[in-house]
């Protein structure tokens, strides 16, 4: 009889056990969603915000005195990309705080620390987060449907400055596991030609744009998901 007191008072602490593992983590889940929706409601504001103020003209003055980390304005056709880009001391600020500098986990569209905001370094790259929201880079997956690779308006992206309206086509489109050497940003000829092959190669669709070492580049990057980065390469074709 004891032995079976023992087992049945055992399983009960396994049981209650388990339970208590059951319900901290789905208060943990439940945590976790109700943060990110508050988050999300955050960032929904910040750019339903922006949106009025800019009244379809872009100024950047504008932008910038809200954040004076404002550097220029991306725009991606055929997405919801449509952000003023910021660039601070480092590439982790943007990654946990919006436009207004607020934490939050939503991130902001930033530029590479490294990168001269007047895109004179060979490669210029710029960061966002991949929200299932489709706020930031959520919708840059767009650039693998056969809708967006087919029509060719799509193929051109907008950068506006404070001087200059800079326009940069596609010319590679991909996902990778993470790595480091589509986010080089400076090189000497031999390298740079070597890069560009690589990046042309890399791509899953032929955009036939030719390539010489006295191109700039531009660079899109965000998370597929863990393990993978989406990533989009243009060149700069005209500046006004």
Same mark, same amino acid.
């Given at each position: 009889?004891?032995? +079976?007191?023992?087992? !049945?008072?055992? #399983? /009960?602490?396994?049981?209650?056990?388990?339970?208590?593992?059951?319900?901290?983590? &789905?208060?943990?889940?439940?945590?976790?969603?109700?943060? *990110?929706?508050?988050?999300?409601?955050?960032?929904?504001?910040?750019?339903?915000?922006?949106?009025? #103020?800019? =009244?379809?003209?872009? =100024?950047?003055?504008?932008? !910038?005195?809200?954040?004076?980390?404002?550097?220029?304005?991306?725009?991606?056709?055929? /997405?919801?990309?449509?952000?003023?880009?910021?660039?601070?001391?480092?590439?982790?600020?943007?990654?946990?705080?919006?436009?207004? !500098?607020?934490?939050?986990?939503?991130? *902001?569209?930033?530029?590479?620390? !490294?990168?001269?905001?007047?895109?004179?370094? #060979?490669?210029?790259?710029?960061?966002?987060?991949?929200?299932? =929201?489709?706020?930031?880079?959520?919708? &840059?997956?767009?650039?693998?449907?056969?809708?967006?690779?087919?029509?060719?308006?799509?193929?051109?992206? +907008?950068?506006?400055?404070?001087?200059?309206?800079? &326009?940069?086509?596609?010319?590679?489109?991909? *996902?990778?596991?993470?790595? /480091?050497?589509?986010?080089?940003?400076?090189?000497?000829?031999?390298?740079?030609?070597? *890069?560009?092959?690589?990046?042309?190669?890399?791509?899953?669709?032929?955009?036939?744009?030719?390539?010489?070492?006295?191109?700039?580049?531009?660079?899109?990057?965000?998370? +597929?998901?863990?393990?993978?980065?989406?990533?989009?390469?243009?060149?700069?074709?005209?500046?006004?």
């Amino acid at each position: 009889m004891k032995s +079976k007191k023992k087992k !049945r008072k055992f #399983k /009960t602490w396994i049981y209650s056990l388990i339970l208590f593992f059951s319900i901290s983590i &789905l208060a943990h889940n439940i945590d976790i969603l109700v943060n *990110w929706k508050v988050d999300s409601n955050q960032i929904q504001e910040e750019i339903q915000a922006l949106e009025d #103020k800019s =009244d379809d003209v872009i =100024d950047i003055a504008a932008f !910038r005195r809200i954040n004076p980390d404002t550097v220029g304005f991306l725009s991606v056709p055929g /997405t919801d990309i449509h952000y003023p880009v910021v660039q601070t001391y480092n590439n982790e600020f943007y990654l946990d705080h919006s436009f207004r !500098r607020r934490p939050n986990q939503a991130g *902001w569209i930033f530029m590479d620390y !490294r990168n001269n905001p007047d895109f004179s370094d #060979k490669n210029t790259i710029i960061y966002g987060h991949d929200r299932i =929201d489709d706020t930031m880079f959520g919708t &840059l997956i767009n650039v693998f449907n056969d809708n967006w690779l087919n029509n060719q308006d799509y193929h051109i992206i +907008k950068y506006i400055t404070d001087e200059e309206e800079l &326009l940069w086509q596609v010319f590679s489109v991909y *996902w990778i596991p993470v790595e /480091t050497y589509y986010l080089h940003v400076d090189f000497t000829d031999n390298e740079f030609s070597n *890069w560009l092959n690589t990046m042309t190669s890399r791509s899953r669709h032929n955009f036939n744009i030719n390539l010489t070492t006295d191109d700039y580049i531009l660079t899109l990057s965000t998370c +597929k998901n863990d393990d993978n980065r989406i990533v989009v390469h243009a060149k700069l074709i005209d500046n006004n």
